[in-house]
């Protein structure tokens, strides 16, 4: 699978990857404030801006900016593949030896993009920012507390809710992230668990310029059951543990039933208590059936063998 294989005759200092969705009103500000924040680092880098096929202009403003700015390059997939995916692609043209990952809507902000890179070249490999205080609605930090609670039991990882995809990557991170060919892919939760020297910066986070966030509640929960089910296959174990559980009460409830025969405490069968048995068992069935069915799907998924994106058309590239 063709991901981050490309042979780099240029190498940059620092590549700035930003996926790009509902970004149009944002991308001047954004590549503007990259620019002066990085200036006075070094001169050679480059800012890579994906666009993840979004339903705006997006692809327009991008295009009207690496026209007049040469550092500035363009990716435009093939359709909307998905913000891991936007990223990985992203990642796949870059040329630094260290990499940052920004979103585009300005919450992450470019400004603490000179600590991070400092700290970077201090020897660690993964300089993630740690948002201290988050500006997002009470239902997103909600979902994402509940997410990570969910990842971390489910998982047997120990994650931060307050780390997300901004950070700085070392060369050797991106190639070997680039290197798993896994389809279903999250990549906070896949870097972190490549190991390499890692630490963390506080940042302040920012309101969102522009718009809402597009993870509305349905993208989050594919999300949330992505990562668990990509990342570990705990929920297996745990559905064999219920499913011994259950047949040892059942066991118990024979024998309890086999004695109460004999001893003539058996009163009147109970309609209701049958019928409950029944949904519930039936029930939790369906569950181990539907955990069981999701790892197939993954699967699946992955030996069609299908490209993790497609890029149709490159700009300064």
């Not at 006075?40 to 009207?64: A, G, H, Q």
């Not at 059942?250 to 004695?259: H, K, R, V």
Request: charged share 20%; with cysteine; net charge positive.
């Amino acid at each position: 699978m063709y991901l981050c294989s490309r042979i780099m005759n240029i190498i940059m200092d620092l590549s700035i990857v930003s996926p790009v969705f509902h970004g149009e009103k944002m991308l001047d500000e954004l590549v503007q404030r990259i620019h002066a924040a990085i200036k006075n680092l070094t001169d050679n880098y480059e800012i890579i801006l994906v666009n993840d096929c979004s339903p705006d202009l997006s692809w327009n403003k991008i295009t009207e900016i690496c026209a007049r700015d040469k550092k500035v390059k363009g990716i435009n997939l093939s359709r909307n593949f998905g913000q891991p995916y936007a990223i990985t692609a992203g990642l796949s043209y870059a040329k630094g030896e260290y990499v940052a990952v920004i979103d585009c809507d300005l919450q992450n902000k470019p400004e603490d993009l000179p600590a991070m890179y400092r700290k970077a070249q201090e020897g660690y490999d993964i300089v993630s920012a740690r948002r201290v205080v988050r500006e997002d609605t009470f239902l997103k930090r909600l979902s994402s507390a509940m997410f990570h609670k969910a990842y971390d039991f489910l998982s047997g990882f120990k994650t931060d809710k307050a780390v997300a995809e901004f950070g700085i990557y070392s060369k050797k991170v991106v190639k070997v992230y680039c290197s798993i060919p896994e389809y279903s892919r999250s990549f906070v939760e896949l870097v972190h668990t490549l190991g390499f020297k890692k630490t963390t910066v506080d940042v302040l986070h920012d309101h969102r310029l522009e718009g809402e966030s597009s993870y509305n509640l349905y993208r989050l929960l594919k999300l949330s059951y992505d990562s668990i089910i990509s990342n570990s296959n705990r929920p297996l174990h745990l559905a064999v543990s219920l499913g011994l559980i259950m047949s040892v009460l059942s066991f118990l409830m024979a024998i309890y039933n086999i004695f109460a025969k004999f001893y003539g405490l058996n009163e009147v069968v109970g309609y209701t208590s049958t019928i409950f048995s029944i949904w519930f068992v039936g029930g939790l069935l369906l569950f181990m059936m539907g955990v069981l069915g999701l790892y197939i799907g993954k699967i699946f998924d992955q030996v069609k063998g299908r490209p993790i994106f497609i890029v149709s058309e490159t700009l300064n590239i």
